[in-house]
């Protein structure tokens, strides 16, 4: 009797077992906020000392901008990030010399 009743049951969940097709359109993104930096595997977390004034200078320029409309919509660490890199392409063509 037992035996029945578990046979009864596993057949009951292999019946409302619902068997993806990867064939079947899928959602192309979730719903809500786009993922930022912070899950993009490209990008790492550091922190750096900067002097206060250069900092405060920077994100008033950057809001000054914005408000402005003149250039991109850039945030500092999209700023610090194009400057590094700029700085990096320097040394590789001084290395090249």
């Known amino acids: ?8 049951d596993f057949n009951i ?4 077992h619902v ?7 899928q959602p192309s ?3 809500g906020r786009p993922a930022g930096r912070r899950s993009d595997a490209a ?5 750096i000392y900067i002097r206060r ?9 950057l809001a000054e901008a914005k408000y402005k ?11 610090t990030d194009r400057l590094l890199s700029e ?3 320097e040394q590789r063509l001084r290395a090249v010399s």
């Open 53 to 61: 004034d250069v900092h405060s200078g920077v994100m008033l320029a």
């Open 69 to 79: 409309g003149i250039g991109t919509e850039t945030d500092f660490s999209e700023l």
């Open 19 to 25: 068997v993806t097709d990867d064939s079947a359109p």
């Open 87 to 89: 700085w990096l392409v």
């Open 29 to 31: 993104r979730k719903r």
């Open 13 to 16: 969940r292999q019946r409302l």
């Open 43 to 47: 990008y790492v977390q550091t922190s």
């Open 1 to 8: 009797m037992l035996e029945r009743k578990l046979e009864e």
